[in-house]
């Protein structure tokens, strides 16, 4: 493919063998944006990823965390900030699996939100059960960029979050899912990103994960190069211009839909 490819959404040192898998997406050019679950994690291998150009550390404090010293790793979050425009992942989990309250999680998600405030970062996004919340929060403190990961909620709050200008993050499961493709669906060209979510994900990986392609390239009648230059242009676009006012794109020329 010509087109260099993308991953959205990768938790690269959940991997054994996570060097060989960040310099193996470095070898095949697939702009991978490595999210952590808490700040340590971006802490211990920034200094090994800040050397790759396709690998983009993110600085995360995911909501599913627990076991943790709040107050080191809140520090470690403002000590390492200003080193990534990524931020994530982050966010709130109302379904059953969640440990910490709601209060709490809330409160973790506002001190990152606080903490971005009026800075250029684009915020990779966890809202299982909790999608109407996540977007209350991020417009209230005015998160001008966004990547909804995986969503899985309503189609009215995702047409919410199209008009702010927010992206979505598609992965494999996602395709092969008759929710996931009902999403997928609602979804303009030019808010998709695409994802692994690896390791979570059976059998992908930043550099394998064609079935996404096929999906899209079956559903949009298109050729593979084709889907894999939009999701391309997604990324760039992504980081280039401010996502809040939805305008924006629609009078960009290299937009499709
Ligand atoms: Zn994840």
Same mark, same amino acid.
């Given at each position: 493919m010509n087109f260099e490819s993308v991953d959205a %959404?990768? %938790?690269?040192?959940?991997?054994?063998?996570a060097g060989d898998i960040a310099l193996e997406c470095e070898k095949r050019k697939v702009h991978t944006i +490595? /999210? &952590? &679950?808490?700040p340590s994690q971006f802490d211990e291998t920034f200094k090994y990823v800040k050397?790759? $150009?396709y690998i983009y550390p993110s600085l995360g404090f995911h909501c599913?965390? @627990?076991? +943790?010293?709040l107050e080191k790793e809140k520090k470690l979050f403002l000590k390492n900030?200003?080193? &990534? $425009?990524f931020i994530g992942e982050v966010g709130l989990d109302f379904s059953k !699996?969640? /440990?910490? @309250?709601k209060e709490e999680q809330k409160e973790l998600f506002k001190f990152v939100l606080e903490a971005i405030k009026g800075k250029d970062k684009i915020l990779n996004l966890h809202s299982a059960s909790a999608e109407d919340e996540v977007l209350r929060m991020i417009i209230k403190y005015d998160a001008k960029k966004a990547i909804f990961h995986w969503y899985s909620g309503k189609i009215s709050t995702l047409n919410k979050i199209l008009d702010y200008g927010y992206y979505f993050s598609i992965n494999e499961s996602m395709c092969r899912s008759k929710k996931g493709q009902n999403i997928i669906s609602k979804?303009? !060209?030019?808010r998709i990103l695409v994802e692994t979510d690896a390791p979570f994900i059976?059998? &992908?990986?930043p550099y394998n994960n064609l079935n996404v392609y096929y999906y899209f390239s079956e559903l949009w009648t298109m050729k593979l190069e084709n889907v894999q230059e939009i999701f391309y242009n997604n990324f760039i676009e992504l980081q280039e211009h @401010? @996502? $809040? +006012?939805?305008n924006l794109f629609h009078e960009c020329p290299r937009m499709i839909n």
């Open positions: %959404h990768c %938790h690269i040192n959940f991997f054994k063998n +490595y /999210v &952590t &679950t808490l050397l790759l $150009k599913l965390e @627990s076991n +943790y010293n900030i200003d080193k &990534t $425009k !699996r969640a /440990v910490k @309250s979804l303009p !060209r030019n059976e059998d &992908t990986l @401010s @996502s $809040k +006012y939805g």
